[in-house]
């Protein structure tokens, strides 16, 4: 099993869709990355959370330690939100485990 | 601020040789990881330098090694090439080695021959 979990892999939606990605990780951690992947390979970070919720524009990041869990959500979707988002934990001073990621796709 | 800079972006080599991909981080930040992400495997951690020293190291093999300069660019050497190192090499950098946000460079996509 993996450390980091994430659901679904896959993600088809229409513009304008709510969206809800999901990880689950199985050590402890103190900090969780939600990371987005362009089709080019540039990787950038969205968030960085150790407790509770973050927002920025259309993006929303929560976290609960206690039950290990994070979820990244997209109001409003568009096109070019298509791309593959990450869950990663740090679980060694600033070595990151990462989730399998979630393909994106948001159809006009 | 300049980002994380990569180098070089593409390379093809042929099972045997050695490659040498270099990483500049942001002026000011003194940590670099650096990731290996193939579609087999995902993203996995390689390994950290902070003030020149080695400080965390993933499940690779010898063949991969690091090193990091006093103005904190860093470089990663990968010797014997195999089919299976073809990959892309991401490094990225933080200012410190507390857990904080990691910015990545672009990456350095490696075929293997």
């Known amino acids: 099993k993996n450390e980091v979990e994430q659901s679904p892999q896959n993600l088809t939606a229409q513009e304008g869709e709510f969206i809800t990605i999901n990880c689950s990780y199985s050590?402890?951690?103190?900090?969780l990355h939600w990371l987005q992947q362009h089709p080019g390979g540039g990787i950038v970070s969205l968030f960085m959370l150790s407790s509770g919720k973050k927002k920025h524009g259309r993006l929303i990041a929560t976290i609960n330690i206690q039950e290990k869990h994070s979820s990244l959500h997209i109001t409003a979707s568009h096109p070019r939100d298509s791309a593959v988002y990450i869950c990663a934990v740090f679980t060694s001073g600033s070595r990151l485990t990462f989730g399998e990621g979630t393909q994106l796709t948001v159809n006009p | 601020k300049a980002g994380v800079t990569q180098t070089p972006r593409y390379l093809i080599k042929t099972r045997g040789q050695q490659v040498t991909l270099s990483c500049s981080p942001i002026s000011g930040h003194r940590s670099v990881s650096w990731y290996q992400q193939t579609p087999g495997q995902g993203l996995q951690f390689l390994f950290e330098y902070f003030s020149e020293t080695q400080r965390n190291k993933g499940n690779f093999p010898g063949r991969f090694s690091g090193r990091q300069f006093s103005n904190s660019r860093s470089e990663m050497n990968v010797s014997t090439l195999e089919l299976g190192d073809s990959a892309l090499y991401l490094c990225a950098s933080s200012f410190s080695r507390n857990q904080e946000t990691q910015y990545f460079g672009p990456g350095t996509r490696l075929l293997v021959l």
């Open positions: 050590v402890g951690i103190s900090a």
